[in-house]
């Protein structure tokens, strides 16, 4: 069934506020990408007001064509070297508490951009030692190498998402891997069992019920702390179509799922994206 009209608890009030207006401008003039514009994401007033950003590195054109995600695909260009001051530079003045820093997928470069990842999370530290760091990476097609490089520069969580249960990895990523995304996920907390992980997926593709009881299972096992759940939206009609709209009922019975199943903290909602209180949860991790 796919039922066209979004209901009521999809609406969300415009972005306004003055730490909304100062973070858009100082974001265009730092020439910066931001996921929160480039996936138009739902929740971008109440997180630029809280003085929340998500950053997306390595260029706007991503080198994977996900059918859910509306950031756009193609041939990318030369990463910039001075992107990670650059980000640096923004969050300082933008006096951020907590930034998320993620990037497009660049299949086309050895190391995947780890080595920008690592340098931003470097720069952030030293411009503004108090502002905390979230990464939400991509799989790096498996290297060990790049993920160590994220891992080593300390960030205080680590995110990689899995979007969706393995069944519909097909149709919805193509070119991403279950069980490798799981296998990133299991290696970070090798590499370094002190640092937060995070994953999340989107419901309403076609998945059911049991399929993501047993994704939250699979995460429990690799020892993730926190999962975020959210409701897919499709962003045009060039991309999937929304199969169904789960109610706030039972987004709050997948949080009980996850945390009775031992996972530390389990966001869910149906406007939930996977940097939504990143501080707040965070924070309920240490």
């Known amino acids: 069934m796919h039922s066209h009209s979004r209901p009521d608890w999809l609406r ?24 929160c514009e480039n996936a138009r994401c739902p929740n971008i007033g109440e997180c630029w007001n809280s003085r929340t950003a998500t950053f997306l590195l390595l260029g706007d054109v991503c080198t994977r064509s996900c059918r859910f995600c509306a950031v756009k695909t193609g041939r990318a260009s030369a990463p910039d070297r001075e992107e990670p001051e650059r980000v640096a530079d923004a969050v300082e003045q933008l006096g951020l508490q907590y930034a998320v820093v993620t990037s497009v997928t660049r299949d086309d470069l050895a190391l995947g951009g780890a080595d920008i990842f690592a340098a931003t999370i470097w720069e952030i530290r030293e411009r503004r030692p108090q502002c905390e760091v979230e990464v939400l990476i991509p799989d790096f097609r498996g290297n060990r190498e790049a993920l160590e490089l994220v891992v080593d520069a300390r960030p205080d969580v680590l995110n990689h998402n899995l979007e969706t249960v393995p069944r519909l990895y097909q ?84 949080k009980q799922r996850g945390e009775t199943l031992g996972i530390r903290h389990v966001e869910s909602g149906p406007l939930v994206r996977s940097s939504y209180h990143a501080r707040e949860q965070t924070a309920s991790c240490r």
């Open 12 to 35: 969300v009030k415009a972005p306004m506020g003055d730490d909304y207006l100062e973070l858009k401008s100082l974001v265009s003039t730092h020439s910066l990408n931001t996921v």
């Open 171 to 254: 149709r919805v990523r193509p070119q991403a891997d279950y069980a490798r995304s799981m296998e990133l996920l299991r290696r970070v907390k090798e590499m370094d069992s002190e640092l937060p992980t995070k994953s999340g997926i989107m419901v309403g593709l076609g998945e059911t019920a049991e399929e993501v009881g047993s994704v939250l299972a699979d995460v429990v096992a690799v020892g993730l702390d926190i999962m975020t759940i959210g409701q897919y939206l499709r962003p045009s009609l060039n991309h999937l179509p929304v199969e169904r709209y789960y109610s706030p009922d039972e987004f709050e019975a997948l």
